[in-house]
């Protein structure tokens, strides 16, 4: 027997998309707004004559407010994601997904957003908000966070608001970094957390890349082994899975370091480890930071990565990853990852 929802889709199908479109903008202008058109736009990769006609209809119904500096969410819009989001989820396939590759994992939870990180910027944003919604299920005061680098782990520090929940905890840098890219950087990252929630925040300020003489005589130095320490008692880890040539790219690796790893089929990194597609940790790099084993005794892990492009490297991380993750992403991602595991 059909249920209420599938009959509602055989009398009107397009309902469907029109519903995801909708919900798509209201919840862009709750995190960026108050945004314009154009920018609001170029978010959702939608043409912008499409937008003034979807953000017409939504003020119209009083979900939306216009000004001159830009749209803005209204209560009653809040109220409608809030209700429609398990509708939205069951429609467009994604419940089951995350169901299905929480099972193919063996971890704890999977949570998809819809859209392609690849192509459409705002997605970024998105999977953002929802790490820290889950980093404020299970944060307790006296928390400490290690936080990565990346772009992915970047937008959750941009998403991290004052709350209640988070207080009295203290963010660290995960690991080293010096040079270009500051921005992307775990310190700069950890400041940001630290900054945007009201807490407290410590940096490791070294070259993420040690010989091992340097790496050996680092370790001894006092600010080294204090954050060795506090990696001890992290409780909550937060971060991003890189493809492994993008990787290679970020740490200016040289051209038979990276034909090395192209021969030992490294496709996938996370925390100074090289992956293969079978999970093997092909190289590592000697760091002065979070180590994984470090990671794997840590209670809570927040994963975040998307985009259809790396889902070679994400399903290998996640051949060994611990149960205790929450790994947040893409319907485009997840979408590629399960035609892989189906092959």
Excluded at 75 to 100: A, F, M, N, R, T
Excluded at 118 to 131: F, I, R, Y
Aim: aromatic share 6%; net charge neutral.
């Amino acid at each position: 027997m059909l249920s209420l929802t599938e009959a509602q889709l055989k009398m009107l199908p397009e309902m469907s998309e029109s519903l995801q479109i909708r919900y798509r903008i209201l919840q862009m202008v709750q995190m960026l707004g108050p945004i314009g058109r154009r920018s609001l736009s170029d978010s959702l990769s939608l043409p912008e004559r499409e937008v003034r006609k979807e953000t017409d209809l939504l003020r119209e119904q009083q979900l939306l407010d216009v000004s001159r500096t830009g749209m803005t969410i209204t209560s009653v819009g809040i109220q409608v994601l809030e209700k429609l989001k398990p509708l939205v989820y069951e429609w467009s396939g994604i419940s089951d997904l995350e169901i299905q590759l929480q099972k193919i994992f063996g971890i704890q939870k999977v949570i998809i957003v819809d859209g392609n990180l690849d192509s459409e910027p705002s997605v970024k944003a998105l999977m953002g908000a929802e790490a820290v919604e889950e980093l404020e299920n299970y944060a307790k005061a006296g928390d400490i966070v290690a936080v990565t680098g990346g772009s992915t782990v970047a937008a959750v520090a941009n998403a991290i608001k004052p709350s209640s929940k988070l207080k009295d905890m203290l963010f660290i840098a995960a690991r080293g970094g010096m040079g270009v890219d500051v921005q992307m950087q775990a310190n700069t990252i950890a400041s940001n957390f630290a900054t945007n929630s009201g807490n407290d925040y410590k940096t490791l300020y070294l070259p993420e890349y040690l010989s091992e003489a340097a790496y050996n005589a680092m370790k001894e130095e006092p600010i080294v082994v204090e954050m060795i320490e506090l990696y001890e008692k992290t409780s909550i880890v937060i971060h991003g899975i890189g493809a492994a040539n993008e990787m290679a790219d970020r740490r200016k690796s040289s051209s038979n370091e990276r034909l090395d790893l192209e021969k030992q089929g490294a496709v996938g990194e996370a925390f100074g480890y090289y992956f293969d597609e079978q999970g093997k940790a092909v190289q590592r790099i000697r760091t002065v930071g979070l180590q994984l084993e470090q990671v794997k005794k840590c209670p809570t892990i927040l994963a975040v990565a998307g985009g259809a492009k790396k889902a070679k490297a994400i399903l290998s991380y996640f051949k060994n990853a611990t149960k205790q993750t929450i790994f947040i992403t893409d319907m485009a991602a997840a979408q590629q990852m399960f035609k892989i595991i189906q092959k």
